[in-house]
């Protein structure tokens, strides 16, 4: 059984890993908002999904409208993103987002694994959890995107 304190540290971690991992790949200066526990529900309509296992289990869940992800990839590869391209695009961000996570995770002595992502569109309700925490992320002249961290038992 975990320690509070133990489970406290691993969700710094968790948050702190995401952080760095989003400041180094998306090229627009961004701007986070508090983080905040969420509820027993995430309800959305455009997002991608990494599941992750090992020393933590649970998925990160990057969610917005798919113009702000569009916006990101051009910025990223120097042309607009559409249809395949640009869903093709999200599942790689979540994967770059998540991997380097994972990296900053294994710095700080929790090993863990991601899983492959899953691109979720149209009205989506996520359950199943045990506790998430929100952190929205303002993109300078973009839009926003929101962040969900939702940990397994």
Excluded: R, W
């Amino acid at each position: 059984m975990i320690k509070t304190t133990e489970k406290s540290s691993s969700n710094t971690h968790l948050l702190n890993g995401t952080i760095s991992s989003m400041a180094s790949i998306i090229p627009i200066p961004t701007e986070l908002q508090d983080s905040q526990p969420h509820g027993s529900k995430v309800l959305f309509e455009f997002g991608v999904l990494i599941g992750f296992t090992g020393g933590m289990k649970g998925k990160m869940l990057l969610t917005g409208e798919s113009e702000v992800f569009g916006a990101i990839g051009e910025k990223m590869f120097g042309m607009p993103l559409e249809g395949e391209m640009l869903s093709s695009f999200c599942g790689e961000l979540g994967n770059m987002i998540a991997g380097g996570m994972a990296t900053y995770l294994s710095e700080q002595g929790i090993v863990i694994d991601i899983t492959s992502p899953t691109l979720l569109e149209g009205q989506t309700t996520l359950t199943g959890y045990e506790n998430a925490l929100q952190v929205p992320v303002s993109l300078e002249n973009t839009g926003e995107i929101k962040v969900y961290l939702l940990q397994d038992a």
